[in-house]
């Protein structure tokens, strides 16, 4: 096994640190404020779990980046993530849209509201991953015919 941090440092990289920062973050502030909304709690979790071990097989296994079908994989996985996301960040924001009007208490109205910004902010860097690798998908596969 090898260890190569400079995956960190490309667009993919920092794309996946992206989306692991905004879902750790939108989790952290709604376990702190003990608001639970089953489908962002399940959403953010395994989009958190799925990306962290994606990026730990790409900065151990450097061979993983070359693979066009990793590649396909991981362009499916990117795009299931992004529709999880969106599903939860409707969820969540409905969740801070209780807090705010229906039962006003500040602590889950914030904590659901960081959490909503986090979500949406996650939303948008899975989409921009999953663009991204299906840029790069379609311009490997031109370039071999």
């Known amino acids: 096994m090898e260890y190569d941090s400079s995956y960190l440092n490309t667009t993919p990289g920092k794309a996946k640190i992206s989306c692991l920062t905004f879902g750790f973050i939108g989790l952290l ?3 702190i404020a003990r608001v639970y909304v089953p489908t962002y709690n399940s ?3 395994t989009a958190f779990l799925i990306t962290l071990i994606l990026l730990l097989l790409l900065i151990c296994k450097s ?3 070359q693979s ?3 590649r396909i994989i991981e362009l499916v996985i990117c795009i299931i993530l992004t ?3 969106v599903v939860g960040s409707v969820d969540i924001i409905r969740a801070c849209w209780h807090w705010l009007f229906d039962d006003f208490k500040i602590g889950p109205f914030i904590g659901s509201l960081i959490a909503s910004i986090c979500s949406i902010l996650a939303t948008l860097a899975y989409g921009y991953d999953a663009i991204d ?3 790069e998908t379609r311009s490997v596969s031109t370039s071999n015919v």
């Open 83 to 85: 529709i999880f996301y």
């Open 68 to 70: 066009s079908i990793f």
């Open 63 to 65: 061979s993983l980046r």
């Open 29 to 31: 502030a709604v376990n």
């Open 133 to 135: 690798k299906l840029r």
């Open 43 to 45: 959403a953010a979790g």
